[in-house]
C-alpha cells in the first residue's frame, strides 16, 4: 500500500509538471529531472491542498493525493495517447549507447545502495527520538484526531514536545496509515527512503547529459555513499527524520532557481516557490533560511546590472516573484500554526533578545571547536567533504561565476546561519552540537554536489573545446598536404 501510496504522488506531479508547461514547452527538457521533480510536487501539493480545506487544522483529509492522482492519471493517459498517434517515426540511424563495464558497475552499485536502505527502512519501526517524539507522534494525532485542536495538543498534561511543528511529513505518515488501515510505522517509513531516491535522481539528472552518464554516476556515488547521509538513524535515510525530506525540498529550490538563470523562464521560479514551500512545511530551518536564498538570488541576478532604476527592477523581480510565491504558499500554515501551543524550549526570538551580542561571541570559539570535532568525521562522511572542497580551487575560472556564487554562497550561508544558531542555543553547547551538525551537514550536502557538478561541467566542456580544436588543426594539416 505504501508503494501504491508513492506512485499516485509521482503521478499527482507528473501531470501538475505537465500542466504548468502545457502552453510552451520546457527549454531543455529531461524527462528523468521531470520524474524526480514530480515526486516532490505531488507530496507537496496534497499536503498544502488539505491543509487549505482543514478548517483551520480542525480537519485534514488524509490520503488526498491517491483521490487527486486518478484525475491526474487520467489526464497523463489521454496527453500520452494523443502523443503516441501523433508520433512519427524517424529513422536517423542513431541508436543509444549501451552501458560500459564500468558504467554497469556503478548502476549496479547505486541499485544495492539505494534497496539496502529501503529494506533497511521498512524492516524495523520508528526508533530514534525525532522520528518518534515529533513527526511519529503529530503523524498518530493527525491519524487518531484528524486535526491539531484536539486534546493531544491543546491539553498541556499530555506530553508533545513539538505542538507547532511543521507538519508535511506527519501527514504522509497518518496518510499512508490511513490507506494501510492501522498505525504500521513499517510502511509508514516508506516516505524516507523515497525522498532519498528522489533527491539522488535529482542531482543525477541535473548533469546526466552535460558530464555524460560516467561521471554522472561518480557523482552521484559520492553524494549517496556517505553513512551518515544513507545509514544513520539519527538523520539518514533511513532513520524516519526529516533531514533528507528537507535537503530533497531544499536543494530542489535552489536548482530550479539554478534553472532559471540560464533559462529565464517564469515556470522553474514557480516550481522552486513551491518546493521551498515543502522545505518550510518540512523543517523550522526552511523559513529560516528562506529571506537569505532570496537575497542571494538577488544579488545573483544583480551582477553586471545597469544602473537605470527601472532596470534594476526587472533584474529584481525573479527574486520579488520568487519570494511572493513562497509567502502566498506557506500563508496557510503559519496561520495555523499562529493557533498552536510555542515550544518554549527553544524560544530563539527570546534568548536573541536576552542575550548581548558580545556574550555569542566568546561562545565562538568553543562552538567551531566542537563543529569541526563532530562534523566532518571520516567514518561519517569519507572524504566527499575534501572532493567538494576542492572542486571550486580547480574549476573557478573556467565555470560561469554566478552558479559557482550561488551554490557556493548557499552552502557557506547556511553553514554560518547554522552557527550563529549555536550561538543563541539554551542547551548545552556540547550536547546540542553532538546531537545535531551531522543532521545539518545532510542539508548541506545536496548544494555542495551542485556546486561540484559545475565544476565538473566547466571541466569536461573544456576537455571538450580542447579536443574539438585539436581535431580541426588535425584536419587543417591533413587537407594541407
Known amino acids: 500500500m505504501s508503494i501504491l501510496y508513492l ?24 524527462g528523468f529531472r521531470t520524474l524526480a521533480t514530480s515526486f516532490g510536487l505531488g507530496i507537496g501539493a496534497s499536503f498544502l491542498i ?15 493525493g491517491v483521490w487527486l492522482a486518478i484525475p491526474a492519471g487520467l489526464m497523463l493517459g489521454v496527453a500520452g495517447f494523443r502523443r503516441w498517434r501523433q508520433r512519427k517515426v524517424h529513422a536517423n540511424g542513431h541508436a543509444k549507447r549501451s552501458l560500459d563495464a564500468l558504467e554497469a558497475v556503478l548502476v549496479a552499485m547505486l541499485i544495492v545502495l539505494l534497496g539496502t536502505i529501503l529494506i533497511q527502512a521498512v524492516s524495523e519501526p520508528l526508533k530514534s527520538w ?5 513527526y511519529g507522534t503529530s503523524a498518530k494525532v493527525l491519524y487518531h484526531e484528524g486535526g491539531v485542536h484536539g486534546d493531544s495538543i491543546r491539553n498541556d498534561d499530555r506530553i508533545h514536545y513539538h505542538r507547532n511543528y511543521p507538519l508535511l511529513i506527519a501527514y504522509h505518515e497518518a496518510s499512508i496509515w490511513r490507506l494501510v488501515g492501522n498505525v504500521s510505522e513499517r510502511q509508514g517509513k516508506a516516505i524516507f527512503p523515497a525522498f532519498f531516491i ?3 535522481g535529482l542531482v543525477y539528472s541535473l548533469f546526466r547529459k552535460r558530464l555524460g552518464r560516467l561521471l554522472g554516476m561518480l557523482l552521484v556515488i559520492s553524494f549517496a555513499s556517505p553513512p551518515f547521509f544513507a545509514f544513520y538513524h539519527d538523520g ?31 515556470r522553474h521560479i514557480a516550481i522552486a516557490a513551491i518546493f521551498q514551500t515543502c522545505a518550510i512545511s518540512t523543517k523550522n530551518e526552511g523559513l529560516l533560511l528562506t529571506l537569505p536564498l532570496t537575497a542571494l538570488l538577488a544579488g545573483v541576478l544583480l551582477m553586471r546590472a545597469p544602473d537605470a532604476p527601472a532596470r534594476l527592477w526587472r533584474r529584481l523581480r525573479p527574486a520579488a516573484g520568487f519570494l511572493g510565491g513562497v509567502a502566498l504558499l506557506t500563508l496557510p500554515w503559519l496561520l495555523i500554526r ?12 527570546k534568548q536573541i533578545l536576552e542575550q548581548s551580542f558580545a556574550d555569542t561571541l566568546d561562545r565562538l570559539p568553543k562552538t567551531l571547536t566542537l563543529v569541526f570535532e563532530e562534523g566532518f568525521h571520516y567514518k561519517d562522511w569519507g572524504l566527499v567533504w575534501l572532493i567538494y572542497l576542492a ?8 565555470t560561469d561565476r554566478r552558479a559557482t556564487l550561488f551554490f557556493g554562497g548557499l552552502a557557506v550561508m547556511q553553514i554560518a546561519i547554522y552557527v550563529a544558531v549555536y550561538l543563541y542555543s539554551p542547551h548545552d553547547l556540547g550536547w546540542h552540537i553532538e546531537v545535531s551538525w551531522n543532521r545539518l551537514l545532510i542539508h548541506v550536502l545536496p548544494i555542495a554536489a551542485l556546486c561540484c557538478g559545475i565544476q565538473l561541467t566547466a571541466l569536461v566542456s573544456r576537455r571538450s573545446d580542447e579536443e574539438d580544436s585539436r581535431a580541426a588543426r588535425d584536419f587543417h594539416i591533413v587537407g594541407t598536404e
Not at 499562529?338 to 526570538?349: A, F, G, I, M, Q
Request: glycine share 12%; aromatic share 18%.
Open 338 to 349: 499562529s493557533t498552536l501551543p510555542d515550544y518554549l524550549d527553544e524560544n530563539y526570538p
Open 391 to 398: 572542486a571550486p580551487l580547480l574549476a573557478w575560472k573556467l
Open 198 to 200: 528522489a533527491l539522488i
Open 236 to 266: 539518514g535515510g533511513v532513520s524516519g527524520y526529516a533531514d533528507v525530506p528537507f535537503a530533497y525540498f531544499w536543494a530542489g529550490a535552489a536548482a530550479y532557481l539554478y534553472l532559471y538563470l540560464g533559462s529565464r523562464d517564469w
Open 130 to 134: 525525532d522520528a518518534r517524539a515529533i
Open 7 to 30: 506512485v499516485c504522488h509521482v503521478v499527482l506531479g507528473w501531470a501538475l509538471y505537465r500542466l504548468l508547461f502545457l502552453g510552451k514547452p520546457e527549454s531543455g527538457h529531461d
Open 50 to 64: 488539505a491543509l487549505i480545506f482543514s478548517g483551520s487544522g480542525e480537519s485534514f483529509w488524509l490520503g488526498l
